[in-house]
């Protein structure tokens, strides 16, 4: 049945354009066909834009994700539908399950040109265009031509341009991207953040953010799976108690809790689903049937680990 327009939700494609992506989860035994991950890919869109999704999140460095979403979208006569795609990460694994490598980051403008000569077929869909993971390694946020050249297409198109963050110290690059002016215009209005109940350092600039009007979209809202009951983790023994207490109590699973959460605690525009399967998706769109009381909010405020102890962590999960 259709559901309301859905408010909160985006939907993240990397799960579904690549077959392997970093999580928690056990390798699968059965043999990978290229076809029906691609049509399962396009179920996933057809079945959360059924459910009221508009906002969806893809990049060239996730496989075939911003093909299928082309693919899906032309077949769409709603101008409601609002995507982001990032550069800056080219795919490179070519769908084998053992591939080493998975992308290359490339910071230059030569990429920057070349992947939005392929993304801007998804305009006047594509509302967002974002640097895909930037960092002060990668000089991109001190790089002219590249500002300049973002600028030129924003004004061109009408288009938000957007950082994603990763890492220990994305509070310092978000606040050096908020900085940072073209023609005495803030060139930056989107930031991807990473925003969870055990990395809760966004926590600290979302004033700044809001106050500027910009848009804050989290991802890894569910800790790349880390959320859900693990023994590999016991140091998050309190968290998952916690958690399921408030699953039992709100009637939704603990990734519905833990997605309210980035929602109820700091004003965001979006929080990005990673669903890959129909059943994820309808869990975690749960999130937009109920608030979390103050009280709870307040409790799964205490949950959060140092950015040090979680990016550590991170850094050690594979490629599954
Ligand atoms: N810009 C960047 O650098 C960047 C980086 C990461 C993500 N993103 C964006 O953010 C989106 C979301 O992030 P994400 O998917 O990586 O992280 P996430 O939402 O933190 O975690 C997804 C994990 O949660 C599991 N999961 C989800 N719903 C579940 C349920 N109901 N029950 C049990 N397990 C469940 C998934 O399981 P399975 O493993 O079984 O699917 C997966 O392991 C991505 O699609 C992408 O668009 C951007």
Same mark, same amino acid.
């Given at each position: 049945m ?15 354009g ?5 999580n ?7 043999e990978?066909?290229?076809?029906a991950?691609?049509q ?10 059924l459910?009221?999704?508009?906002y969806?999140?893809?990049a060239?460095?996730y496989?075939?994700?911003e ?5 899906w979208?032309?077949?769409?006569d709603?101008?409601t ?6 550069w ?13 490598q998975?992308?290359v980051? !490339?910071?230059? &403008?030569?990429? $920057?040109? #070349?992947?939005w000569?392929?993304?801007?077929? %998804?305009?006047?869909?594509? /509302?967002?265009y ?10 991109v946020?001190?790089n !002219?031509?590249? &500002?300049?050249? $973002?600028? #030129?297409?924003k004004?061109?198109?009408g288009? %938000?341009?957007?950082?994603? /963050?990763t890492?220990?110290?994305q ?22 953040v990473?925003?969870?109940?055990f990395d809760?350092?966004?926590a600290?600039?979302?004033g ?16 790349n ?6 023994e590999?983790?016991?140091h998050?023994a ?8 408030l699953?039992?109590?709100y ?7 833990a ?10 525009f979006?929080?990005l689903s ?5 059943q994820h998706?309808?869990d ?9 009381k ?13 950015p040090?102890?979680y990016?550590d ?8």
């Open positions: 259709k559901k309301s327009t859905i408010k909160n939700i985006g939907l993240g494609t990397a799960a579904i690549r077959p392997q992506y970093i928690i989860r056990q390798e699968s035994s059965s990978f066909s290229l076809e991950f691609r399962k890919g396009l179920v996933i869109l057809d079945e959360a834009y459910q009221g999704v508009r969806f999140d893809t060239p460095g496989g075939m994700a093909q299928l979403l082309m693919d979208v032309t077949k769409k709603d101008e539908i609002e995507i982001a795609t990032k800056g990460y080219t795919y490179v694994a070519n769908f084998a399950p053992n591939a080493i998975h992308e980051k !490339e910071h230059s &403008l030569k990429k $920057l040109n #070349e992947q000569e392929e993304s801007k077929v %998804l305009l006047p869909l594509l /509302t967002t974002q640097i895909h993971s930037a960092t002060f390694e990668s000089g946020l001190v !002219e031509l590249i &500002l300049n050249r $973002l600028a #030129e297409l004004i061109k198109h288009l %938000l341009i957007g950082i994603s /963050t890492g220990v110290n509070m310092e690059v978000l606040k050096k991207a908020l900085d940072i002016k073209i023609n005495e215009e803030s060139l930056f209005d989107v930031f991807q990473t925003y969870n109940i809760q350092s966004l600290t600039v979302v700044i953010i809001a106050k500027q009007n910009k848009r804050l979209v989290i991802k890894e809202a569910l800790a799976g880390r959320v859900f009951p693990n590999k983790y016991p998050y309190a968290a998952y108690k916690k958690l399921e207490e699953a039992i109590t009637n939704v699973g603990l990734d519905a809790i997605l309210r959460f980035c929602m109820d605690s700091i004003p965001v979006k929080v990673g669903a890959a399967n129909e998706l309808s975690n769109l749960k999130t937009e049937d109920f608030k979390l103050e009280e709870d909010i307040l409790f799964l405020k205490k949950l959060a680990v140092s040090d102890f990016w962590e991170r850094k050690r999960l594979g490629w599954n």
